[in-house]
């Protein structure tokens, strides 16, 4: 099997895997409850956090615990705008994941005022749009670090500089950029940042928030005083201690792991557009997360493509996987501007550490053929 | 940990090993995305429905209308919180009681500050809340009504069969926070007729982290979580596949073995309150006689700090609590022993022991042995021991 769908999601690995089925075990103690058993489960929790905290530059103290990525958009989102109601403008882009694009319609939806900002053909936001979008009613602007579909790495710092000549939070989510590119709080200047665990190795179902110290935020789910009275419910104490341990292996494997993985996504690139004609590479070629690589085969179906990948056991996406249930062409595709049948022409293949030089080679001698053979079927 | 003897069960239960043993292969080979459409997500799509048909069966629902959520609490929170959005434009009040646990209170308090009004009706002495009370409480602007089914505390079981007639009768939504019965009562949506019904993982023999909501079809609810179309549209976020998979086998065992369970558990919560009651003075229970939780017993013991007892107990290997979990971490008295009438100094000297599935004989009488003597001790040093 050849995955190249890391960007959906990553196979856990094994070590993380390992340490969850042994903290499953050993360690159902309730982390609140005051007694050994639960005094040991909140310290492992507490050198989670360290571990997530010390990944972003961050204190422990400003990392809390979700149950998903879209749970940390949601609460970001929705926790900053309830905060402050005296003020009800949100800027984000038109190329954020559902859970930011959603969550602003919902926003729109109870009487607050959505922007969002256009992208140019490579997917990087307008920074002239934004500065002049900004009012005194605007709590919070949220641009996504990496885009999902392409991989375009959104200039955050400068949107940092933007936001706070004005007095604004900035919220980023992350998910498709920790783990891949630098996520230093203090050197992009956030308030607030996303991720998620299972595109880093991790388990489904986990993630995290960074809120700076200081900020004024409510909470999304109430209750109890789980995460410094800011995210209510019993953890999910076996995915926080595997979410630490992604964190830590990736931090330990280092850059080398990541250009090994680089290497391998540009040989792929070249070696798809060396032996396939009329095929369009979306995205930038700098400034992107170069593991992700979007490609359109014009005139055809991508979801064709991929079935024929799939019977030889290579599997990659059309479309970022939380929308592949839907019809609707890609929204981050449209914004690029791609017409609507050049969107359903597009693959994406994401490239992840368990990928190597064979299941390079492998897509390199099959995709060129199914191609050929499926463009010859459409008279192309 | 071996010869703990765990008496907490209503903050948390252990895994059950059959439930981790299916979870395994989630955290390893089966890791595809649910939402991706080759063979490696259907696997994990296929699971995820097993899982949910297996809670729906517990519960003798549909299987689509459960909804997969990351915690007791999230249920709770996406039941008040969405219920209220989503009726807003029919009336704008809410009704609950004033012992529900904090993931409903202070939903509530949250939805106070965005213009909502809510009701918290009291409760008698055993913690029952009381159905004339309701009845006066309703206008015709009630959209919702959220009462638990039992109390986690003090284990009442609270007439919800008879509140969601009063709602049915007055076209008002009822959700009931059933997480500390699910597992351990017999529950039918149906017989029950409850519009929104919230459960926990955690609670019996699952993991942390997961839980679900059943909503009827048809109820108008807005989600708490927005994004993708996980959970068809209602609750967005890549799913906690292996909590799932976990939830729905605790499910699974729960449907087979509580009604034996709960004999076995009631028997050893009778000896431990009828050993407490012979060997120490001035004690009492807290919660009802007979509708009550099988496992649960909250005790009163006078003079002296429900801290003082946690703390010799767990030099002696007994866990237990002498408040919910939640608020294990703050030292105010409980908010439901107060509402129940008691007094801030009698509230603090409670203890609860909660009962489950492994326990035995041999632990109840290690607490009946290792407590009295410990209780004589603090009592001696008590600055307000009677005289
Ligand atoms: C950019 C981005 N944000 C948010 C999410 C959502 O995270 P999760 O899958 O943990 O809900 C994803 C994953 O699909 C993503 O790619
Ligand atoms: C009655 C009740 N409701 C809700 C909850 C919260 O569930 P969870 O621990 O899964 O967040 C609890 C558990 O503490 C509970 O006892």
């Known amino acids: 099997m050849v995955y190249l769908d890391n960007n959906a999601t990553t196979p856990i690995e094994p070590a993380v895997s390992e340490k969850m089925c042994w903290f499953l075990r050993e360690h159902f103690g309730n982390p609140s409850s005051l007694y050994p058993i639960g005094r040991e489960v909140k310290k492992l929790i507490t050198e989670a956090r360290e571990t997530v905290a010390d990944a972003l530059g961050a204190m422990r103290s400003e990392i809390f615990f979700t149950g998903s990525g879209t749970e940390s958009d949601n609460f970001a989102i929705y926790g900053i705008m309830n905060a402050f109601p005296e003020k009800n403008e949100f800027i984000t882009s038109s190329i954020e994941h559902p859970a930011v694009i959603e969550t602003a319609s919902y926003l729109e939806k109870r009487g607050k005022k959505i922007t969002f900002i256009p992208v140019d053909q490579y997917g990087n936001i307008d920074l002239e749009f934004l500065k002049k979008a900004i009012s005194p009613k605007t709590a919070l602007i949220s641009i996504m670090y990496s885009n999902n579909e392409l991989g375009t790495i959104e200039p955050i710092k400068e949107v940092v500089k933007i936001a706070k000549e004005k007095e604004v939070l900035v919220h980023t989510d992350a998910v498709q950029a920790f783990g891949k590119i630098p996520c230093n709080v203090n050197k992009l200047g956030v308030d607030l940042l996303s991720l998620s665990a299972h595109k880093i190795y991790g388990p489904k179902g986990i993630g995290s928030l960074y809120i700076r110290k200081g900020t004024k935020i409510l909470p999304l789910i109430c209750g109890g005083h789980q995460e410094r009275n800011l995210r209510a419910g019993t953890e999910n104490t076996a995915g926080i201690i595997a979410l ?14 990541l250009k090994r993985i680089h290497k391998l996504a540009d040989r792929l690139k070249k070696g798809i557009e060396e032996r396939i004609p009329r095929v369009i590479f979306n995205g930038p070629e700098k400034n992107r997360v170069k593991s992700t690589l979007s490609f359109s085969f014009t005139g055809m179906e991508a979801d064709a493509i991929l079935l024929a990948l799939a019977s030889k056991e290579i599997y990659v996406s059309t479309g970022s996987a939380c929308s592949e249930d839907s019809e609707e062409v890609s929204h981050v595709l449209s914004s690029i501007g791609l017409k609507p049948e050049v969107a359903r022409s597009t693959l994406r293949l994401s490239l992840g550490r368990f990928n190597n030089d064979e299941d390079v080679s492998k897509v390199l001698s099959e995709l060129p053929e199914i191609i050929e053979k499926l463009r010859k079927i459409s008279g192309l | 940990m071996d010869n703990l003897v765990y008496l ?58 459960i909804v997969f959520t990351g915690s007791g609490t999230e249920s709770d929170n996406y039941a008040v919180k969405g219920a ?55 206008t015709d602007k ?25 709602s049915r009768q007055n076209g008002i939504l009822f959700h009931t926070d059933a997480v500390q019965t699910v597992g351990k009562l017999p529950i039918g949506v149906d017989d029950l007729s409850v ?20 909503i009827r079809k048809g109820t108008r609810i807005d989600s708490l979580l927005h994004g993708g179309h996980h959970e068809s549209n209602r609750r967005a976020g890549t799913e906690n596949i292996p909590g799932i998979v976990g939830l729905g086998k605790a499910a699974e065992i729960a449907a087979k073995e509580f009604s034996e369970e709960g004999i076995k558990v009631r028997k050893l919560r009778d000896r431990l309150e009828n050993g407490l009651i012979k060997k120490i003075d001035d004690v009492f229970i807290n919660g009802h006689p007979d509708k ?21 107990l767990d030099h002696n290997g007994i866990a237990a609590s002498s408040g ?60 307000i021991k009677k005289r």
Request: aromatic letters at 6%; charged letters at 25%; hydrophobic letters at 35%.
């Open chain 2, 324 to 383: 919910s979990a939640c608020t294990s971490a703050s030292l105010q008295a409980s908010h439901v022993l107060i509402s129940m009438g008691l007094s801030h100094e009698v509230a603090h000297g409670s203890l609860r022991f909660s009962l489950g599935r492994n326990n035995t004989e041999q632990d109840i009488d290690k607490v009946i042995e290792v407590l009295p003597p410990i209780v004589e001790k603090l009592r001696e040093m008590s600055p």
């Open chain 2, 142 to 166: 009630t959209i919702l009504i959220s009462i638990m089914h039992a109390n986690n505390e003090v284990g009442t079981i609270e007439p919800v069969k008879e509140i969601a007639e009063i």
């Open chain 2, 8 to 65: 907490d069960h209503n903050a948390t239960t252990p895994v059950d090993e059959r439930v981790i043993k299916v979870m395994l292969p989630y955290f390893g080979k089966k890791y595809g995305n649910p939402s991706s459409i080759y063979k490696l997500a259907n696997e994990s799509d296929k699971a995820k429905e097993e899982a949910r048909e297996k809670v729906a069966k517990l519960l003798h629902a549909n299987s689509n209308e």
């Open chain 2, 195 to 214: 519009d929104l019904l919230s459960l926990s993982g955690h609670k019996f023999y699952g993991p942390k982290g997961v839980g679900a909501l059943y």
């Open chain 1, 244 to 257: 630490g341990e992604a964190v830590q292996i990736f931090q330990a494997k280092g850059d080398k792991d």
């Open chain 2, 292 to 312: 009550r939780l099988p496992g649960t017993l909250n005790i009163c013991i006078k003079y002296i700090e429900g801290e003082g007892m946690l703390l010799h």
């Open chain 2, 84 to 138: 209220a959005f989503a009726n807003r434009k029919k009336g704008n009040r809410i009704i609950t009681s004033s012992i529900e646990h904090h993931a409903v209170l202070n939903s509530c308090k949250w939805l106070e500050k965005q213009g909502f009004k809510v009701t918290y009706l009291g409760v008698d002495k055993h913690g029952l809340v009381n159905l004339d009370e309701l009845r006066d409480a309703i």
